[in-house]
């Protein structure tokens, strides 16, 4: 083992870290942590700079728009900021940081990043109809006991593992 790279933080103390994390947002912002809403923010804003007219009409995009506040302004944005450039002082930091392609191994470097790209926004699409991503319905949902949480974190877990087992089984 290279001798430059740290170990991982212990499951526990991660996450006390977390959930201490997690406490201070609320006590200092009022609002718990999530970051699905800053793509739905980056898309309204996008979407406003392309097609103002066609993005406002739209009953979902649209009221993102109001007001004249530029949506990357909000805290939301900052804090996928924030979280960006930690993940990657931590993994240079610890020496872990390296460019690489996992996954199944039939479908190369280029079919690994496709799969990875519609998994993401298959996962995006189904938090934005859960209303929170696993962070901020589960995470932010399950800290105050909201039943929601409980019922999204079963089944988001059920759902990748079935569909780990099925990739597992159709292309390993």
Same mark, same amino acid.
């Given at each position: ?55 406002? *009409?739209?009953?979902?995009? !649209?009221?993102? #728009?109001? @007001?004249?506040?530029? /949506? =990357?302004?909000?805290?939301? +944005? ?35 990043? *496709?799969?990875?790209?519609? !998994?993401?926004? #298959?996962? @995006?699409?189904?938090? /934005? =109809?859960?209303?929170?991503? +696993? ?38």
């Amino acid at each position: 083992m290279n001798s430059n790279i740290r170990p991982f933080w212990p499951p526990l103390t991660a996450g006390i870290a977390l959930g201490l994390a997690l406490f201070l947002t609320f006590l200092l912002t009022g609002h718990g942590l999530g970051a699905s809403g800053f793509f739905t923010r980056l898309t309204a804003w996008f979407g406003g700079e392309i097609a103002r007219p066609a993005t406002e *009409a739209n009953s979902y995009l !649209g009221p993102y #728009l109001k @007001g004249g506040v530029n /949506r =990357l302004s909000d805290w939301i +944005t900052w804090e996928v900021i924030g979280l960006l450039a930690g993940a990657f002082v931590a993994a240079v930091t610890s020496g872990r940081f390296r460019i690489r392609f996992d996954g199944a191994r039939g479908f190369g470097p280029v079919g690994r990043v *496709a799969l990875a790209i519609a !998994g993401g926004m #298959l996962s @995006g699409f189904g938090a /934005r =109809l859960a209303r929170g991503c +696993t962070s901020g319905i589960g995470l932010s949902g399950g800290a105050p006991l909201a039943t929601a949480a409980f019922v999204f974190l079963i089944g988001f877990f059920v759902a990748g593992v079935l569909v780990s087992m099925l990739m597992r089984r159709t292309w390993a």
